[in-house]
T-cell receptor, first 113, second 115 residues
Framework: SQQGEEDPQALSIQEGENATMNCSYK?????LQWYRQNSGRGLVHLIL?????REKHSGRLRVTLDTSKKSSSLLITASRAADTASYFC?????????????FGSGTRLLVRP | GAGVSQSPSNKVTEKGKDVELRCDPI?????LYWYRQRLGQGLEFLIY????????KSGLPSDRFSAERTGESVSTLTIQRTQQEDSAVYLC?????????????FGEGSRLTVL
């Protein structure tokens, strides 16, 4: 089963609005990452937050991490049409010897001009 | 090269044929991952290489799937006796850090269609 699950599965907002996506995971982690995928393309790394961090910013992106709830959120402020893409969270599994970086099922974001 | 390169970008094959997918990672990246992405789905982990050894191949779905890596360079994913359910985009990623500890750099993927 997936380590990370994003919520919502799909999100449609107007340009200029903020977009919030959530990710829940199951096991202890060293870090959590967010990636973006434009349709038919490879994934692009957005931001990495370590297990001992609670919040991180990068430009219009804000990521929070709550290890007690095993959840993270990605906030995109002042969204643009070019932000339309799928967004995935990914976690490493720390509990066993696994070397996987496990991805969730993604949130499809549509930003309407 | 500057990024992760995958070939072919598209492959259409008949059921029962073997296919080979190639990945050229970023030079110097010791970690290499293969993932499978079915249409509209998330990424399914297949295998992880550290150098030319594969400490985690737990995601390979059946013995029809195999992968190898030459040194810290090119990797090939081989699917034997392809089935229609193998149709997907196969994504390769490399990283300078082991074990999912750092950023992954992805290629554009190889889209496999099995007729």
């Amino acid at each position: 089963s997936q380590q990370g699950e994003e919520d919502p599965q799909a999100l449609s907002i107007q340009e200029g609005e903020n977009a919030t996506m959530n990710c829940s995971y199951k096991t202890s982690i060293n870090n959590l990452q967010w990636y973006r995928q434009n349709s038919g393309r490879g994934l692009v790394h957005l931001i990495l937050i370590r297990s001992n961090e609670r919040e991180k910013h990068s430009g219009r992106l804000r990521v929070t991490l709550d290890t007690s709830k095993k959840s993270s959120s990605l906030l995109i402020t002042a969204s643009r049409a070019a932000d339309t893409a799928s967004y995935f969270c990914a976690t490493d599994a720390r509990m066993d010897s696994s070397y996987k970086l496990i991805f969730g099922s993604g949130t499809r974001l549509l930003v309407r001009p | 090269g500057a990024g992760v390169s995958q070939s072919p970008s598209n492959k259409v094959t008949e059921k029962g044929k073997d296919v080979e997918l190639r990945c050229d990672p970023i030079s110097g990246h010791t970690a290499l991952y293969w993932y499978r992405q079915r249409l509209g789905q998330g990424l399914e982990f297949l295998i992880y290489f550290q150098g030319n050894s594969a400490p985690d191949k737990s995601g390979l779905p059946s013995d029809r799937f195999s992968a190898e890596r030459t040194g810290e360079s090119v990797s090939t994913l081989t699917i034997q006796r392809t089935q229609q359910e193998d149709s997907a985009v196969y994504l390769c990623a490399s990283s300078s850090q082991r074990g999912g500890r750092g950023e992954l750099f992805f290629g554009e993927g190889s889209r496999l269609t099995v007729l």
